[in-house]
């Protein structure tokens, strides 16, 4: 009795749960159908206005001189007298709560002076003029090695390292014999022998000298007669060790590269320009550059070289800055640094903002606010790019209005109203008929669909009435 009682409740929960869905179901379907549900009747928000004809809201250029269907049985759209504007050709009127809606936004254009400014990336580098190898002009043995690692900071003069040469030794203890016969034979009633003492003295003072023996050392070796084993090599300027080449203890031939010191008190920059911006530069501007991990610090320098040519792989022109570094070496090589050229055109022009321009490849088009909530396209003729905006050339004038968004929107609507103001001069209006229009399209003999589910709307709820040719037999 109870399982049987259990069934009952179970059904009759299910019966409910169904019929509710259905109602729900039906109740949406209902709402979105009248919600949807096309009307050929002006709105009560444009009674009032005249209606110059009726389109097809599939091919606005399918007119119609009165309400009705189009040919694809859809309801016709009215156009209204406000809709088309006067002026010139593709001009369309758009009422404050339709520009709102869309966003539409103008800026009026003035004259001002034209600065344009030129950002790229660029890479920092060395100074290649700064740049010093130190290399022996005797062989022997590194002995001692005082800057032993690359990257270490060197001032002035400072020891580098100390090198033992044979060779050293032999050309010292030939100066002291020559200095030994020259003041020997400085008395000599033969001036021919001391004029030879002299200038073997000075052969090898000479030689001493070719092998970057300092005039202090040959001064002390000339003053003491002690022979030094090893030959100092110092710095040229301050600077960071880039290359070593040499370890301790190591052999080294003359010509050899032991070290590269760069001088980074001064430093190059690399920047990459793009092709069409090459006109605006010039030697000696000025450049600003700004790095990533020093936000609000700018750095400024000048331009001292332009490449001659492009390079082939990004087609940009690349220009060298030089700029002077910090005591503490702010400037890194092979930092990246954000470039900044500002470039002085001189002359004062009519400049519009970039996203007031369309650009459709053969030509610029800037949208013009009209009086009366009109708005109208103007061709206009670009000159440079100056950040943000164009210099024009032609088409517009200082105190027009031009659209800065939702221009496209209107673009869209004022070409295919001047489309369909072409065809309505050049081809008279289809024939209307009112109620239903014919349901035909040119060119195709198909019989109308009525809504009484005659024709071809029978057959197909009729399969027996639907016949299928018999198939060909094989050959």
């Known amino acids: 009795m109870n399982r049987t009682n259990r069934k009952r409740t179970w059904i009759t929960w299910t019966i409910l749960t169904l019929a509710a869905v259905i109602l729900a179901v039906g109740g949406t379907a209902f709402y979105f159908l009248n919600l949807t549900q096309p009307s050929s009747e002006p709105s009560a928000s444009r009674q009032g206005q005249k209606v ?28 209204y007298e406000g809709a088309k504007a006067s002026g010139p ?55 001692r090695q005082e800057v032993n690692f690359t990257g270490q900071v060197v001032e002035k003069g400072q020891q580098l390292l100390t090198i033992y040469s044979p060779d050293l030794v032999s050309s010292q203890e030939e100066y002291l014999v020559a200095l030994q016969y020259q003041r020997r034979l400085q008395q000599s009633p033969v001036s021919g022998i001391s004029a030879g003492a002299d200038s073997l003295l000075r052969a090898t003072e000479a030689r001493l000298r070719y092998w970057d023996i300092s005039e202090a050392q040959i001064r002390t070796l000339r003053e003491r ?36 010191i760069a001088d980074i008190s001064s430093i190059w920059v690399y920047a990459d320009i793009y092709e069409y911006e090459t006109p605006w530069l010039k030697l ?40 002077p570094n910090s005591d503490d070496f702010d400037l ?34 800037a949208l013009v ?65 009112t109620g239903e229009q014919q349901q035909t399209m040119p060119g195709m003999k198909m019989p109308a669909m009525k809504k009484n589910g005659g024709g071809m709307s029978k057959k197909m709820n009729n399969p027996d009435a639907m016949t299928m040719p018999a198939p060909h037999p094989k050959e």
């Not at 009422?95 to 002076?113: C, E, F, H, Y």
């Not at 084993?229 to 590269?257: C, D, S």
């Not at 209005?401 to 081809?427: C, G, H, P, W, Y």
């Open 284 to 323: 000696g501007q000025e450049a600003e550059i700004t790095l990533a991990y020093q936000p609000g610090k700018t750095y400024r320098g000048k331009i001292i070289y332009i490449y001659p040519y492009l390079k082939n792989m990004t087609r940009t022109l690349q220009v060298r800055i030089s700029f």
């Open 332 to 365: 890194k090589p092979d930092m990246w640094a954000n470039v900044s050229i500002k470039v002085d055109i001189n002359r004062q022009g009519l400049a519009v903002p970039v996203q007031a321009v369309i650009r459709t490849g053969v030509r610029d088009i």
């Open 369 to 433: 606010a009209l009086d009366g909530d009109r708005f109208a396209p103007r061709e206009i003729k670009l000159g440079a790019q100056v950040g943000d905006e164009f210099e024009v050339l032609k088409g517009l004038q200082e105190g027009d209005r031009v659209v800065t968004s939702a221009q496209f929107l209107i673009n869209s609507e004022s070409s295919l109203q001047a489309a369909i103001d072409k065809m309505r001069q050049t081809s008279p209006a289809v024939a209307p008929t």
């Open 52 to 79: 110059l004809y009726w389109r097809s809201p599939m091919n606005p250029t399918e007119t119609y001189p009165a309400p009705g269907k189009d040919r694809m049985g859809m309801d016709l759209v009215p156009v």
């Open 89 to 143: 050709p593709g001009t369309i009127t758009i009422d404050p709560a339709t520009r709102q809606n869309i966003g539409v936004k103008t800026v009026t254009l003035v004259r001002k002076r034209l600065n344009k400014n030129i950002r790229t990336i660029g890479r920092v580098a060395y100074d290649e003029t700064r740049v010093r190898r130190i290399t022996p002009k005797i062989g022997g043995w590194v002995e």
């Open 225 to 260: 007669g002690e022979i030094t084993r090893t030959m100092a090599l110092h710095a040229p300027f301050k600077g960071i060790i880039v290359r070593k080449n040499v370890p301790e203890g190591g052999y080294v031939k003359p010509g050899q590269n032991l070290y590269e």
